[in-house]
């Protein structure tokens, strides 16, 4: 029981971090699109510069629960993913510095390379994340002891990279979608403009993945032997579709929202379908690592779930209060202010 308390979690943890951090992942890549000029360029920083470091909490909040909660799975994964994970590491290591930096010296160089910095450090995660999700869903290939038989160019596949361009591009409408909630004037109608031209790309390639997913993985049959599991698609599809309502309406709050749904449905679509899974063996299902055998001890999980209870809701409220002080848009006034990026 408390291996698939702890493996759902596990999975809405994963949603929640891909919901936040998915756009200023997105805003991120689409930097030299959206902001023509500098004026433009901190608006984009500083959209996302107060919530960026508070979504990464998401990651190492998911990343420790599967270090804590799932030893085993987290010791094949290092192994398995070693070179993607280090990879995006570096890539967040230097998003994040970005931040620090690029307002440190006056120099357009300086703050060109900055700028390459934060458009690699965003899209390489975003693309690194999507393609581990994608082939954890297919399956890695590995054996009876937990070895993982392949490189980083085993992750290359097709059916991996299809996971790196739909995490792509849902991030990128999902980035597109804050900076018109954050903005106003010129870059306030071309992020808008941007959701709107991403957006039948995006659904065009929802659909590719989700027919492929049924020909690639093994996802569906929970779905088949449970039907209810059915609901989660489902939202996720009603999610993707309210977008481009609300963006015709221009009611750019209601249209973050739904990508926020789309994003958090994809996400426990994939973990429902795994269960019990956690890391599918692509050469034989009796290797793989699951919630069941790569779990701690009852007395650890026990101990885990009471600090959970407790620590997640004071990290939900607090990030919530700065979502709602700080949801105004950022205009030239607030470039003026010291802390401003």
């Given at each position: 029981?408390?291996?698939?308390?702890?493996?759902?979690?596990?999975?809405?943890?994963?949603?929640?971090?891909?919901?936040?951090?998915?756009?200023?992942?997105?805003?991120?890549?689409?930097?030299?699109?959206?902001?023509?000029?500098?004026?433009?360029?901190?608006?984009?920083?500083?959209?996302?510069?107060?919530?960026?470091?508070?979504?990464?909490?998401?990651?190492?909040?998911?990343?420790?629960?599967?270090?804590?909660?799932?030893?085993?799975?987290?010791?094949?994964?290092?192994?398995?993913?070693?070179?993607?994970?280090?990879?995006?590491?570096?890539?967040?290591?230097?998003?994040?510095?970005?931040?620090?930096?690029?307002?440190?010296?006056?120099?357009?160089?300086?703050?060109?390379?900055?700028?390459?910095?934060?458009?690699?450090?965003?899209?390489?995660?975003?693309?690194?994340?999507?393609?581990?999700?994608?082939?954890?869903?297919?399956?890695?290939?590995?054996?009876?002891?937990?070895?993982?038989?392949?490189?980083?160019?085993?992750?290359?596949?097709?059916?991996?990279?299809?996971?790196?361009?739909?995490?792509?591009?849902?991030?990128?409408?999902?980035?597109?979608?804050?900076?018109?909630?954050?903005?106003?004037?010129?870059?306030?109608?071309?992020?808008?403009?941007?959701?709107?031209?991403?957006?039948?790309?995006?659904?065009?390639?929802?659909?590719?993945?989700?027919?492929?997913?049924?020909g690639a993985t093994r996802l569906f049959e929970n779905y088949f032997s449970t039907p209810i599991l059915f609901v989660i698609p489902a939202v996720a599809?009603?999610?993707?579709?309210?977008?481009?309502?609300?963006?015709?309406?221009?009611?750019?709050?209601?249209?973050?929202?739904?990508?926020?749904?789309?994003?958090?449905?994809?996400?426990?679509?994939?973990?429902?379908?795994?269960?019990?899974?956690?890391?599918?063996?692509?050469?034989?299902?009796?290797?793989?690592?699951?919630?069941?055998?790569?779990?701690?001890?009852?007395?650890?999980?026990?101990?885990?779930?009471?600090?959970?209870?407790?620590?997640?809701?004071?990290?939900?409220?607090?990030?919530?209060?700065?979502?709602?002080?700080?949801?105004?848009?950022?205009?030239?006034?607030?470039?003026?202010?010291?802390?401003?990026?």
């Amino acid at each position: 029981m408390l291996e698939t308390i702890w493996f759902i979690l596990w999975g809405i943890l994963w949603a929640v971090y891909f919901m936040l951090d998915g756009f200023d992942l997105g805003l991120g890549s689409l930097l030299p699109v959206l902001a023509k000029n500098e004026n433009e360029r901190r608006i984009v920083y500083n959209a996302m510069g107060p919530f960026w470091d508070g979504n990464e909490v998401w990651l190492i909040t998911a990343g420790g629960a599967t270090f804590a909660a799932f030893p085993v799975a987290y010791a094949v994964m290092f192994n398995g993913l070693y070179s993607a994970l280090l990879l995006l590491l570096f890539a967040l290591i230097f998003r994040g510095v970005t931040f620090e930096f690029r307002g440190k010296v006056e120099s357009q160089g300086w703050k060109s390379f900055w700028d390459l910095c934060l458009v690699l450090g965003s899209f390489l995660p975003a693309l690194l994340l999507g393609v581990a999700f994608a082939n954890i869903f297919q399956g890695l290939p590995i054996d009876a002891e937990g070895v993982f038989h392949g490189g980083i160019f085993t992750l290359l596949n097709p059916y991996g990279l299809a996971g790196g361009v739909l995490f792509v591009l849902l991030f990128m409408v999902h980035g597109s979608l804050w900076l018109a909630v954050k903005s106003e004037g010129a870059i306030h109608e071309r992020a808008g403009a941007m959701a709107a031209k991403l957006w039948p790309v995006l659904l065009v390639v929802a659909v590719l993945f989700l027919a492929y997913t049924y020909g690639a993985t093994r996802l569906f049959e929970n779905y088949f032997s449970t039907p209810i599991l059915f609901v989660i698609p489902a939202v996720a599809v009603a999610a993707l579709l309210m977008q481009r309502v609300f963006m015709g309406q221009k009611a750019w709050w209601k249209a973050w929202f739904a990508s926020s749904l789309t994003i958090v449905g994809v996400t426990l679509f994939g973990v429902a379908g795994l269960f019990p899974a956690m890391l599918p063996s692509s050469i034989d299902p009796a290797y793989s690592v699951t919630a069941f055998n790569a779990a701690s001890s009852p007395l650890t999980l026990k101990i885990m779930l009471g600090v959970a209870l407790v620590m997640v809701p004071i990290v939900i409220g607090y990030q919530t209060w700065v979502y709602i002080f700080l949801r105004g848009k950022v205009t030239k006034k607030d470039l003026a202010y010291e802390e401003a990026y």
